[in-house]
């Protein structure tokens, strides 16, 4: 190897960058119990348990979210309250959270 190689292969400098993860999630089971429009859809009791348990699995496995964009529907306010609800308020104060209406529909 010439001279010049051997000088940029000893002068590379290896650089850490931080892994960056996109997570897509649905809202949590919504109830069609009551006559509202689907904005203001709530979440059901399936979806509220199963809404907690998923932000404990995230949480648990090191995914939590440092910043989420949600749609401003009541049940992924719901989905996202119960997420946080789950790991506590220091965890869950680390997330920029922020609604979109243009998210929905």
Same mark, same amino acid.
Do not use: I
């Given at each position: 190897?010439?001279? &010049? $190689?051997?000088? &940029?292969?000893?002068?590379? &400098?290896? *650089? #850490?960058?931080?892994? !960056?993860?996109?997570?897509? &999630?649905? =809202?949590? !089971?919504?109830?069609? %119990?009551?006559?509202? @429009?689907? =904005?203001?859809?709530?979440?059901?009791?399936?979806? #509220?348990?199963?809404?907690?348990? *998923?932000?404990? /699995?995230?949480?648990?496995?090191?995914?939590?979210?440092?910043? *989420?964009? @949600?749609?401003?529907? %009541?049940?992924? !306010?719901?989905?996202? $309250?119960?997420?946080?609800?789950?790991?506590?308020?220091?965890?869950?104060?680390?997330?920029?959270?922020? /609604?979109?209406?243009?998210? /929905?529909?």
């Amino acid at each position: 190897a010439s001279s &010049m $190689a051997m000088a &940029m292969a000893t002068t590379t &400098m290896r *650089v #850490e960058v931080p892994v !960056k993860r996109l997570m897509l &999630m649905r =809202h949590a !089971k919504s109830s069609w %119990k009551y006559p509202v @429009s689907d =904005h203001r859809r709530p979440l059901n009791s399936r979806g #509220e348990k199963s809404s907690r348990a *998923v932000g404990q /699995y995230l949480y648990e496995n090191a995914c939590w979210p440092s910043l *989420v964009l @949600s749609s401003d529907a %009541k049940r992924t !306010k719901e989905t996202w $309250a119960n997420m946080a609800r789950a790991v506590g308020s220091e965890v869950a104060s680390s997330t920029r959270v922020l /609604y979109l209406p243009e998210f /929905y529909g």
